[in-house]
């Protein structure tokens, strides 16, 4: 079960911390490595071939890729403790729809918002409050959307939490009054340990972006 | 078993995969047509974040997204497992199934578009067939191995519908001499009985698919 682990990561990477948020929940020790996504190194290219992508958990020697099926294998593999998915196959499959809800829609529209303007960003910045919606729905009066426990669905959109600084920046946007549910569900994760270790200062990454931005959009 | 259901649309390839689940694994169904111009209430009641097909209802609740319906499928009748059970084997299975699933919508505007657009499809689908070519399918039968698995389903579409858009739009893209691996498997997994007696009748989806193009062309000028 124990082994070597190494995560090749970026710091900003809101898949990269769901990994490090898993690796937290089951208290897995592992080595950090930054990677630097300009000047891709041998070691990420040979373990991610394909993708050339951050994350990649690399245990034993042999690499696992994409941050959600990472984060399955850490179940599967460290199943003693902190289960990350429920144990019963229909909460399964829907924890499965929600987090890939959250893949297939919150990162395209959440790009949107910072690295655009005008029209399109307008146009964004609907659809990104559209989405949250439908979650706050979803999360209903629920502590969290796994219910009474910090899950899966939690662990694949907290992530997103550290970047919304730039969103409401550079999309001149309040979240928390549009959405106030996923706010205070945020800050609630955020009181979990291996949350608050993992996600990056806001501002911090606020200014990340804010150099990112400056290749999009000439202002 | 009791009370299994699956909405789908005959021409789609996306509740076939679900088909062939439960039919290697053999749980009995009971199949709805749902007709996506008019979606009925039930469908938008059990799908309402995507309002797609295809959903299986299992004892009246729904689970949607196909592949998420076969790890459903794969957890409640583990008979004739899909999906192997090696963590690491388990892993890379999902990568497939997901290398696909954000692949595979380049297919699409090679079959709904024409000119440069067209073109680029057929650049981005090429791609994508190289590297399942080069490194999915290696020297092995299928991607599952001797029998087929989770990621032989997911590119089922691969098998079946991609020669009707071929035909339809009058392009070869899976050629045997440039793609030796993945035309053998195309072979062999339509062979596989359970696929064999559970796909949708070519004629009538060559007939289905020309008309869509022409009423899809059409639309967009």
Redesign the interface.
């Known amino acids: 079960m124990a082994g070597e682990v190494v995560l090749l990561d970026c710091w900003p990477s809101m898949f990269g911390m769901r990994v490090r948020i898993a690796l937290a929940e089951k208290g897995i020790k592992y080595e950090y490595k930054e990677q630097d996504l300009k000047n891709k190194n041998p070691l990420l290219l040979e373990m991610n071939?394909?993708?050339k992508q951050i994350p990649v958990l690399i245990?034993n020697g042999?690499p696992?890729?994409?941050s959600l099926?990472?984060v399955?294998?850490i179940d599967?593999?460290w199943n003693d403790k902190s289960s990350l998915l429920p144990s019963d196959?229909?909460q399964?499959?829907?924890a499965?729809?929600w987090a890939?809800?959250v893949d297939k829609k919150v990162y395209g529209a959440s790009r949107k918002v910072w690295s655009t303007k005008g029209e399109e960003q307008e146009a964004g910045k609907r659809e990104f409050f559209e989405i949250l919606k439908?979650l706050e729905v979803e999360l209903g009066d629920k502590p969290y959307f796994g219910g009474e426990t910090f899950g899966y669905v939690d662990l694949s959109f907290i992530t997103f939490y550290s970047w919304f600084q730039a969103y409401e920046v550079f999309g001149n946007i309040n979240i928390e009054v549009e959405c106030p549910k996923i706010i205070a569900w945020a800050k609630r994760c955020l009181q979990k340990e291996s949350v608050a270790k993992t996600l990056p200062d806001q501002k911090k990454v606020y200014e990340f972006v804010a150099q990112m931005r400056k290749r999009f959009v000439s202002e | 078993m009791a009370g299994v259901k699956l909405h789908g649309t005959w021409y789609s390839p996306f509740p076939y995969r679900v088909i062939w689940a439960l039919k290697l694994k053999g749980i009995s169904y009971e199949y709805i047509e749902e007709d996506l111009s008019n979606k009925s209430p039930l469908l938008l009641q059990y799908n309402p974040?995507h309002k797609k097909i295809p959903v299986l209802v299992?004892s009246g609740?729904p689970?949607?997204?196909s592949m998420?319906?076969i790890?459903?499928i794969e957890?409640?009748w583990p008979q004739t497992p899909l999906l192997p059970s090696d963590?690491?084997e388990?892993?890379k299975a999902?990568?497939w199934v997901?290398?696909f699933e954000e692949k595979a919508p380049a297919i699409w505007p090679l079959y709904r578009s024409t000119g440069e657009e067209q073109k680029k499809a057929l650049k981005d689908s090429l791609e994508m067939l190289k590297?399942v070519e080069e490194?999915g399918l290696g020297e092995k039968k299928f991607f599952g191995g001797e029998s087929i698995g989770i990621v032989d389903i997911a590119f089922g579409v691969i098998a079946h519908w991609f020669g009707v858009f071929e035909e339809v739009v009058e392009v070869k893209v899976l050629e045997a001499h440039a793609f030796p691996r993945l035309h053998a498997w195309k072979e062999n997994f339509e062979e596989v009985p359970v696929i064999k007696e559970n796909l949708p009748d070519r004629d009538k989806m060559l007939d289905y698919f020309k008309k869509r193009r022409m009423e899809i062309l059409s639309a967009s000028q």
């Open positions: 071939p394909i993708n245990h042999k696992v890729c994409e099926i990472i399955q294998y599967e593999v196959p229909y399964r499959a829907q499965r729809f890939d809800f439908t | 974040v299992h609740k689970i949607c997204e998420i319906i790890e459903y957890e409640k963590p690491y388990r892993a999902r990568f997901k290398f590297i490194q």
